[in-house]
């Protein structure tokens, strides 16, 4: 088996790791009827109660129509409502209907019945420095981001 650099390792494990932990939160949610992208969607709402649609697709980083339809379903569950905006005649903003508490409550006792399973074997203090190196590597990718999308914008004036 070829030995491949450390830094790409570590790539392909916080890759794995992600699509792992998606295809568990998949089958795990399925039990309460929703997809993971549905869980999510509830979470940041409980989170952050108000948002404008636009607002909840940048912050999941969602393409408008994906998170429309998931919206749709949420709705014709009764499990959110979309409100007019008073400032803004165009936009709705997204609210958790009282049915959408008791799921809630128990999806958070789901994530964190998960994340016992997922962190099973790793001590507290390593837990601790593996959520602040997740942190930095957050920050580069962020401010690298932030770089080429600047990049991309000053070749786009200029050119």
Request: net charge neutral; aromatic share 4%.
């Amino acid at each position: 088996m070829p030995q491949f650099p450390q830094s790409r390792e570590i790539a392909v494990s916080v890759i794995d790791v992600a699509r792992m932990l998606k295809t568990y939160a998949d089958q795990r949610a399925r039990q309460f009827g929703i997809s993971r992208a549905q869980w999510t969607v509830l979470i940041r709402l409980d989170r952050c109660e108000g948002l404008k649609q636009s607002e909840l697709a940048e912050m999941l980083d969602l393409q408008p129509i994906s998170l429309t339809r998931l919206l749709d379903r949420l709705a014709a569950n009764g499990l959110i409502e979309r409100r007019p905006d008073p400032h803004d005649r165009r936009a709705n903003r997204l609210y958790l209907t009282p049915a959408a508490r008791p799921l809630i409550e128990e999806l958070s006792h789901l994530g964190e019945d998960m994340m016992t399973t997922v962190l099973e074997g790793i001590d507290d203090a390593s837990r601790e420095q593996l959520l602040r190196e997740l942190g930095v590597m957050k920050d580069n990718l962020r401010a690298a981001i932030n770089r080429q999308t600047n990049t991309v914008q000053d070749q786009t004036a200029t050119g």
